[in-house]
């Protein structure tokens, strides 16, 4: 087997085609979370934190010098990046849940009936009568 069709096997595999579909579907979704942050949930609460704008959070460590920028911690964009983890976090725990609640519960094994005493069980028994009488 070539190494062409070896690897055309494995990338039609279906967990892989699978896969791929997944994490492009998170990559948009995660760009849904992030615009939903900091497009819609982040400017409210700024407002209600004297008109904060989350992004522009920072601790300068040095100030600009030349053409070269300032050197910052910026922290605003750390809790905006936060908030975007959790609700994905949130809405994958969600999913997850769904799916585990539509899968039937797999039921236990009858337990097997007790086979009974082997063959040589059974001689030896009828031995030992045989032997009493």
């Known amino acids: ?4 069709s070896e690897f055309k096997d494995f990338a039609m595999r279906g967990n892989v085609v699978d896969m791929a579909v997944g994490i492009v579907i998170g990559g948009a ?3 849904i979370v992030s615009s939903f942050v900091g497009d819609v949930l982040m400017p409210p609460i700024g407002l209600l934190l004297g008109g904060v704008d989350f992004r522009d959070l920072a601790y300068v460590l040095k100030d600009a010098v030349g ?3 300032p ?3 910026k922290y605003g964009a750390f809790i905006q990046t936060t908030i975007d983890f959790i609700i994905i976090a949130f809405a994958i725990f969600m999913v ?3 799916m ?4 039937k519960p797999e039921e236990e094994p009858a337990p ?7 063959n040589e069980e059974v001689l030896l028994g009828e031995i030992r009568d045989l032997l009493r009488k």
Do not use: L, Y
């Not at 585990?100 to 899968?103: L, P």
């Open 96 to 98: 997850i849940k769904a």
């Open 112 to 118: 097997a009936p007790d086979p009974g005493p082997s």
């Open 100 to 103: 585990n609640s539509t899968k």
């Open 71 to 73: 050197v910052m911690i």
């Open 29 to 31: 979704f995660g760009k």
């Open 1 to 4: 087997m070539s190494m062409m």
């Open 67 to 69: 053409e070269t920028g």
